[in-house]
């Protein structure tokens, strides 16, 4: 049991979110910050989604994170190490499992970086994929309703194909 859950039609309301929090995250990483984007299921117009703000910021070196995470405890994101993802650095805001915004720290154009941009450009371009996600997520939702981790692990295949569909339209 680690939290209901929820898919939401989509609201505009998620963009505006994601503006808000935009702000906020350039003025603690100023210079340090080379893009910044929305990403995940709250970033593709007509998507349901959990209403979970995703946000991704590129650096240039992510080791350089550790002397900002006091000053994102002060806007109200919360660390958290992910021993499985040492590329990544990760912050939550709202509680355990039910956190209402999230931001992934990436070194700005590594695999990891590219994924997310391929697979939410790919979802906003074909309106198809994009319905065949969402039905999959409700799937999952009412399969896996109080076990965010299995909702989430089911959605994996899915996204790697996508992107590895993504890529290959990229090199020709």
Request: net charge neutral.
């Amino acid at each position: 049991m680690d939290g209901k859950v929820i898919i939401e039609d989509y609201s505009q309301q998620w963009a505006l979110e994601y503006k808000k929090e935009e702000t906020k995250i350039r003025n603690v990483l100023g210079e340090t910050l080379i893009q910044i984007e929305h990403i995940g299921s709250t970033s593709i117009e007509n998507l349901g989604s959990k209403p979970i703000i995703d946000m991704m910021c590129g650096v240039k070196h992510i080791n350089a994170i550790q002397d900002f995470i006091n000053s994102f405890a002060e806007i109200g994101y919360e660390f958290v190490w992910h021993e499985e993802f040492p590329e990544r650095r990760f912050f939550r805001k709202g509680e355990y499992r039910a956190g209402t915004h999230h931001l992934h720290i990436y070194e700005f154009e590594s695999d990891f970086w590219i994924n997310n941009i391929l697979f939410r450009d790919y979802l906003r371009k074909h309106p198809d994929v994009r319905n065949e996600y969402y039905h999959l997520k409700i799937k999952l939702a009412e399969k896996y309703p109080n076990d965010r981790v299995s909702y989430t692990n089911g959605k994996n295949e899915f996204i790697k194909c996508i992107v590895k569909k993504s890529r290959k339209l990229k090199e020709t």
